[in-house]
């Protein structure tokens, strides 16, 4: 459906590994003063002087995480680099360098392999992160990367799933449930597409929601401006596997419990639109869907006057007690316990 047509296929063994290496890394550049040597010896050589170092690691297999026959090369590369530094924001970090590490079998050409470095060349630019290495082998059958970020943060400014406390406010950024359902979108075309190859679909009412899944973009903007508006949360969790088990994430490392409020929870008007039309419930969605990539955080009840109004921050619920329970507040006011998976609506 969306595969490369690109008809030049240049197999790897025409380059063997070390040319392979040399020519997907020879567009690196290296922009942090940390990086004091990048891809080229036997390691990478870092110095943060006197910076906490964070460090994160994501392994993205085909045929389990991803699905090339939706998924373009390039925007693969881009979502694995993206994985890996939204860990690192969720740290309140900052991303600084990445290693790259792939498995590849022949059936990919240097094309193939091109395209995937092209996403991740553009992630790191965007987001201003060095390539400082990486290992590159042949694997049987599927394609296997796995992504390494580095990061640092002032000391004492680092943020742990485990700092919450009663009373504080929980806070997510962004909107959540659109990659989940523009999954469903993909999903839902690639059936279509297996029926009549031919089939043009018009994805452009789902724009949104696809570029969500396929695109998905971490949160470097949300630390940045925590920064600026001096609010160290207390505790934060990057979303990627939905809302409830990143809130079940922070109550138990925090020992505490949470209200969270449905009728808080932003969600696109595509997302809600979608929900409507694939006959599911939107709070289910937001809840257990995943790979939102926004940031899931707890702040102190008198750091509200600078979060307040702010569009990109939205209050959705707060900590309790930890004997009072993590509960959903339905708009119908009943409380419901928050569960990891299979949340049912019980509301109507
Ligand atoms: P070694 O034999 O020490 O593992 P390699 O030949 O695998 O060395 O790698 C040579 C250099 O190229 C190293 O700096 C390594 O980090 C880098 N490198 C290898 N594969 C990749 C890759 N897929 N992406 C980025 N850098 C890579
Ligand atoms: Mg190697």
Request: charge should be negative; proline fraction near 4%.
């Amino acid at each position: 459906m969306l595969e490369d047509k690109n008809p030049q296929r240049t197999p790897l063994s025409e380059l063997g590994e070390f040319r392979l290496i040399e020519h997907l890394t020879e567009q690196i550049t290296l922009s942090h003063k940390s990086t004091i040597k990048g891809v080229g010896d036997d390691a990478a050589v870092l110095n943060f002087k006197s910076s906490r170092i964070v460090v994160t690691t994501d392994l993205l297999v085909e045929g389990i995480h991803f699905d090339l026959s939706y998924m373009p090369l390039k925007h693969l590369g881009y979502k694995a680099v993206m994985v890996n530094l939204s860990d690192c924001y969720a740290m309140n970090a900052m991303a600084t360098q990445i290693t790259v590490s792939i498995a590849v079998s022949n059936r990919f050409p240097v094309e193939a392999l091109e395209e995937l470095y092209g996403g991740i060349n553009t992630a790191c630019k965007l987001y201003n992160i060095d390539l400082v290495g990486g290992d590159t082998t042949s694997s049987t059958s599927g394609l296997i990367i796995s992504v390494t970020a580095i990061g640092e943060v002032k000391e004492g400014n680092e943020v742990f799933r485990s700092g919450a406390n009663p009373n504080d406010l929980l806070v997510v950024s962004g909107d959540i449930g659109g990659a989940y359902m523009g999954l469903q979108v993909l999903e839902r075309e690639k059936e279509v597409f297996k029926v009549n190859p031919n089939s043009q679909p018009d994805l452009s009412m789902y724009s949104y929601i696809i570029e969500r899944q396929l695109k998905p973009e971490a949160r470097k903007d949300i630390v940045e401006l925590l920064e600026k508006l001096e609010v160290i949360p207390t505790s934060m969790i990057d979303i990627s596997d939905g809302l409830s088990s990143e809130i079940i994430h922070i109550c138990k490392q925090s020992k505490v419990g949470v209200d969270l409020y449905e009728n808080k929870i932003p969600l696109d008007p595509q997302v809600i639109s979608t929900c409507e039309e694939f006959d599911i419930d939107s709070t289910t969605v937001a809840l257990n869907g995943g790979e939102d990539y926004e940031l899931l955080m707890t702040i102190s009840q008198k750091d509200y006057p600078k979060i307040k109004g702010n569009p990109n921050l939205t209050v959705i619920g707060y900590m309790t007690e930890k004997e009072t329970g993590m509960h959903l507040i339905t708009r119908a006011e009943q409380r419901i316990p928050i569960i990891a998976k299979g949340w049912n609506s019980l509301s109507d």
